[in-house]
């Protein structure tokens, strides 16, 4: 059964979540936007995704009009030997069956809301009802959370006024637990501000969004790791024998199954899409030693790689 109990939750915030989720186009003009690269709203886009075992990833919704998605690298989700889930909490006593909580952390679009959207899932329930999707080759893999239902259409009684719509209903799937909700509810990618690997443009500005855990000393905290950091960078070039993205912008442990954002100039206006999800960052490996010690140090090139939109598009379809 579908649960209706976060139908509340969202009835007000249906606008930001599925209607209103297109990324924001903001016209020249205003005093406050015109030294911002990209509105205040757009930063609740990023999604912290925590294991049991302390290891993160990062993610974004996707918001299809019938369904809500997380999105993320399949590897940050599925074990890539085995490319199956972690078999997570298995208890050999009791012999109780997998369970695999994930917890999805984010924020609201206003800034002001410091309440964060905290979702717990349990993939075990999620897969086994074929709510968990990973492509059988690319780095992407998607997770239906919600489900969006539109109310029957009912014509007006004769003489009265068409009043508004009727909200639509989302209910939270079998494996989802709404653990605290911003008042605005989530924020989410409208499907159609995605822009498909053929029309990316080499040259033009990104934006990553996500979690780098792996950054600063522990013993040190200079970054607070569950708020999320974004790196800005370019289009370096696109790969279309391996359908992949190049991008001049470094990324980290953490990173990975972030969205990448481009900044598109039409006219004065600048559209802002998604392109791919941050995959693996490219290595630099330099060789070196002597005549019986031999060196290899391998670093960070601060080029980075992303999997086209397309492959995200092919699961939620």
Request: glycine share 10%.
């Amino acid at each position: 059964m579908l649960k209706e109990t976060v139908v509340s939750i969202f009835r007000g915030a249906y606008a930001s979540l599925l209607l209103g989720a297109v990324l924001a186009v903001r016209p020249a003009g205003s005093i406050a936007d015109e030294q911002r690269a990209i509105p205040e709203d757009n930063l609740a886009y990023p999604v912290l995704i925590m294991w049991e075992n302390g290891s993160t990833g990062s993610g974004f919704y996707v918001n299809t009009g019938t369904g809500v998605y997380l999105v993320t690298a399949k590897h940050v989700l599925f074990d890539e030997r085995t490319h199956n889930l972690p078999e997570c909490g298995f208890d050999p006593i009791t012999q109780k069956a997998p369970v695999c909580w994930v917890r999805l952390l984010s924020y609201s679009k206003d800034p002001e809301d410091q309440t964060r959207d905290l979702l717990r899932l349990d993939l075990s329930v999620l897969q086994k009802n074929g709510d968990v999707k990973a492509h059988p080759s690319r780095d992407v893999a998607v997770v239906r959370l919600f489900s969006v239902t539109k109310p029957a259409d009912s014509p007006p009684a004769p003489g009265s006024a068409q009043g508004p719509a009727p909200p639509r209903r989302i209910l939270s799937l079998p494996g989802v637990t709404v653990e605290s909700m911003a008042k605005d509810g989530i924020l989410g990618v409208d499907i159609g501000s995605i822009k498909p690997f053929n029309r990316v443009l080499v040259g033009n500005d990104v934006v990553l969004f996500g979690y780098p855990t792996s950054l600063g000393l522990k013993q040190t905290p200079q970054l607070d790791p569950r708020r999320p950091l974004l790196r800005k960078g370019i289009v370096a070039g696109t790969d279309p024998s391996n359908e992949s993205i190049v991008l001049d912008c470094p990324v980290y442990f953490g990173n990975s199954g972030g969205p990448v954002l481009e900044l598109d100039r039409v006219g004065f206006m600048t559209h802002l899409v998604i392109i791919g999800v941050v995959s693996q960052y490219v290595p630099f490996v330099e060789v070196g030693g002597s005549n019986t010690v031999a060196m290899q140090v391998m670093a960070n090139s601060g080029y980075s790689i992303a999997t086209p939109m397309d492959f995200v598009l092919e699961l939620i379809k």
